[in-house]
């Protein structure tokens, strides 16, 4: 196990987290109906609406992947023109990213990051570029949810080396975003139920974001990634000769 498989573990984690924060994971429902254009109980039966949900559920996450990697390259491009600063601009990133981690956990409340907005439109824009578009909103339009954990990925990946390593993070992280988010829209009444059940957990699963945000800025700020690698490769090695992988 390497530095960069944690790497992109943490960071797709971190897309399902934000799938699963608490003001964006009770509004599924509603953004998939928005986009569809179908009615809940049309979802709920899935007549006829199941290849239409599929390919508009793809283009809507199709719409804030596209923003999150040019973020994503965007930050790393930023980082490399300031190399010489590297380790100064990592240091800051390792912090702002245990704030943000804090600020989850309700230990140090950032009242920037208290003001919600949101891009919206009354009506969707027609069709499936609709979708698309809307996407692109839901992906620059939502705090202090979606914003602590996207503006870490941002940080974390603003601390790679390569253009290349940047949008792959991004990449990973919108995989962890769009992944639940399309089987959701596909197994409507499942999600459903499972939004009953989930949202008696949602702050606890707030505050376990915020205790990850802590631990990968700490890592950050120590240069540990490499040493974790290692232990893990410890721990797990035993179990691969078991399994004999």
């Not at 939004?195 to 606890?204: P, Q, T």
Request: some cysteine.
């Amino acid at each position: 196990m390497t530095p960069d498989t944690i790497s992109f573990g943490w960071v797709f984690l971190a897309g399902v987290l934000t799938f699963l924060s608490p003001c964006v994971l009770p509004l599924i429902p509603s953004y998939i109906s928005y986009i569809t254009g179908a009615s809940i109980e049309e979802l709920q039966t899935g007549k006829g609406v199941k290849r239409a949900t599929a390919i508009h559920s793809l283009l809507f996450i199709l719409g804030f992947s596209v923003i999150f990697v040019l973020l994503g390259a965007s930050a790393t491009l930023v980082s490399g023109a300031l190399y010489q600063y590297q380790d100064w601009i990592k240091n800051v990133g390792g912090i702002l990213i245990i704030l943000f981690g804090l600020h989850l956990m309700g230990i140090l409340p950032l009242h920037l990051l208290l003001k919600e907005k949101r891009l919206q439109w009354r009506r969707k824009p027609v069709g499936y570029a609709g979708s698309f578009l809307v996407g692109a909103a839901f992906s620059i339009g939502w705090t202090p949810c979606v914003g602590p954990i996207l503006a870490s990925v941002l940080l974390y990946a603003g601390s790679q080396t390569t253009v290349t390593q940047g949008v792959l993070m991004l990449a990973v992280y919108s995989l962890g975003m769009g992944i639940p988010f399309f089987f959701s829209s596909l197994a409507f009444n499942q999600l459903l139920t499972s939004l009953k059940w989930l949202r008696k957990y949602l702050n606890i699963l707030e505050k376990l974001t915020g205790a990850l945000l802590v631990l990968v800025g700490i890592l950050l700020l120590t240069n540990s990634l490499a040493w974790l690698s290692g232990v893990m490769t410890q721990w797990l090695a035993p179990l691969s000769r078991k399994l004999n992988i």
